[in-house]
């Protein structure tokens, strides 16, 4: 198998922390999907990452389908519960994280256009897009140590993912200001040798030095 992806994709990173949490080897390639000529595109027609490529030729992609059929065919505890009721929780959890992340992407989007060309109505309806979602899992945190079950799973790889790529593309929202215990919950995510192998950094330093670290969760070709 190889996954294509990049080291700044928090969706990405949900796939490789599965990987990492799982124990299971897989290729990683790290890809640019703003280069015309980006290869993803043969293996997922929206040119989008991440991409799973099986050893029969099947590309598989989107997030949330990937990390499902990894969790799947991978030996140990499920990250997503077989108990209808548990694995809809997970997901849900996993689906709010996403769209924390979905609202961060378009906001992200309008303020690169230069403050001059904010739609501001759009961008206020974003950033309360993620507030909303941060206050409404710090609320499930606060009552428990884990997201979901008594134990980790893909709803606590998911919002991990989600608030670090928060706190890296808009360290100025500073979630953790009034979010103590989520704050001791995400750093205590962090500590996890799978998470912290995959913090997103656009420093090229950090981001070698991350590639030279995954070789613990998958084979990396660049």
């Known amino acids: 198998m190889k996954l294509y992806g990049s080291l700044m994709s928090p969706y990405a990173r949900k796939v490789r922390i599965l990987l990492g949490e799982k124990g299971r080897a897989c290729a990683f390639e790290v890809m640019n999907v703003m280069d015309p000529d980006?290869?993803?595109v043969q293996h997922n027609p929206l040119g989008k990452l991440p991409a799973l490529l099986l050893d029969n030729g099947t590309a598989l992609y989107d997030s949330r389908v990937i990390v499902e059929f990894l969790d799947a065919?991978?030996?140990?505890?499920?990250?997503?519960?077989?108990?209808?009721?548990?694995r809809s929780q997970v997901r849900k959890l996993e689906a709010l994280a996403d769209g924390v992340v979905?609202?961060?992407?378009?906001?992200?989007?309008?303020?690169?256009?230069?403050?001059?060309?904010w739609n501001e109505a759009a961008r206020l309806r974003q950033t309360g897009k993620i507030e909303r979602g941060i206050e409404s899992i710090a609320q499930i945190v606060a009552e428990q140590s884990w997201s979901c079950l008594s134990r980790?799973?893909?709803?606590?790889?998911?919002?991990?993912?989600?608030?670090?790529w928060i706190s890296f593309r808009f360290p100025d929202l500073n979630w953790r200001a009034n979010h103590a215990a989520l704050a001791q919950y995400f750093d205590r995510l962090s500590m996890r040798p799978a998470f912290a192998g995959t913090t997103p950094a656009d420093n090229p330093a950090l981001a070698l030095r991350?590639?030279?670290?995954?070789?613990l969760i998958a084979d990396v070709s660049i």
Request: charged share 15%; net charge negative.
């Open 38 to 40: 980006c290869p993803v």
């Open 73 to 86: 065919i991978s030996t140990g505890d499920r990250l997503i519960p077989t108990d209808p009721y548990e």
């Open 102 to 117: 979905d609202a961060g992407s378009l906001l992200r989007s309008e303020t690169q256009r230069g403050a001059a060309l």
């Open 152 to 164: 980790l799973t893909l709803a606590d790889i998911a919002i991990g993912c989600a608030l670090g």
């Open 210 to 215: 991350q590639t030279m670290l995954l070789p």
